[in-house]
């Protein structure tokens, strides 16, 4: 089952189980106060254990008043003006502490010590933007990789409807064959784009083609208008944490206990990199 995408006045929520939570994906001021009535008529009718909400840093007041707390922050997210931040709300008090965090906390240092720029070399293999006919090889490999996601990108009819709309995939090929994927996912209203989807076939891990995947992206996006590239990583993944300090992004936060993904759900830490 997948999680409900809901309109809400000019804000968009996305809510469901997978994540056990309410994501407030996109706030607009003028749908405040009502809206926190309506995120929590949600919580309680389904019993959510988290509200992770981002917002324009100039909101901010009205969250902590309710009871929520900033984990993250990109500046400049917003047009290269304004700051977003991210936050936490716990109905479920037990949810905020974060039983990974010493193992998470190593693996940021680790991270940031090795944050030295190498350049990606993958010859003799391709790597190209992905195209309608690469759906198919794409929800494959992600279905090969995750064992939960917090959104359908292992449907091909999710994917064709992305890409057709906001999201850039991209890939890598040996002899014909996708073995590693990613995806650009555009905020164009705030000159942003979320850097996520990374997945790798499992005979080509640890051959650094998420750097690969990475420098592209950055590389393809200021084409699109994005001002700021982020991702919301894994806590505990050291590849994925290398592979953004390695990129020249800097760590803005962790989300505790935030996001399901590969069956389990996960702290998630926030790089961000002005482009």
């Known amino acids: 089952m997948t999680d409900k995408i809901e309109n809400i006045g000019g804000s968009i929520i996305q809510h469901g189980p997978n994540s056990n939570r309410v994501y407030l994906m996109k706030l607009d001021p003028a749908d405040l106060p009502e809206l926190h009535e309506v995120v929590m008529e949600r919580v309680e009718t389904y019993g959510y254990g ?7 840093a100039s909101a901010l007041e009205a969250f902590l008043d309710r009871g929520y707390r900033e984990e993250a922050r990109i500046p400049g997210y917003f047009r290269g ?4 931040v991210f936050l936490g709300y716990y109905p479920d008090v037990t949810r905020a502490t974060d039983g990974d965090a010493a193992t998470a906390a190593a693996v940021l240092n680790i991270s940031q010590d090795k944050a030295v720029s190498l350049p990606p070399d993958i010859e003799p293999r391709i790597m190209r933007q992905l195209r309608p006919a690469d759906i198919p090889a794409l929800a494959e490999l992600y279905r090969n990789t995750f064992a939960s996601y917090p959104f359908p990108i292992t449907e091909p009819d999710y994917l064709q409807k992305t890409m ?3 999201v850039v995939y991209f890939g890598v090929f040996d002899k014909n064959r996708l073995v590693a994927a990613s995806s650009a996912e555009i905020d164009r209203g705030a000159s942003a784009a979320e850097m996520t989807d990374f997945a790798t076939a499992t005979a080509f891990r640890g051959q650094g083609l998420a750097r690969v995947l990475l ?3 950055d590389k393809a996006m200021p084409q699109h208008g994005v001002l700021t590239g982020y ?11 290398i592979t953004f300090a390695r990129g020249g992004y800097r760590f803005g936060g962790t989300l505790i206990n935030n996001t399901g993904i590969s069956g389990a759900i996960e702290s998630m830490n926030v790089w961000y990199r002005r482009l």
């Open 50 to 56: 988290k509200v992770f909400a981002k917002i324009p």
């Open 231 to 241: 991702t919301i990583a894994r806590a505990v993944s050291h590849g994925m944490n």
């Open 164 to 166: 057709a709309a906001h």
């Open 81 to 84: 003006q304004t700051d977003a």
């Open 215 to 217: 420098a592209a992206m």
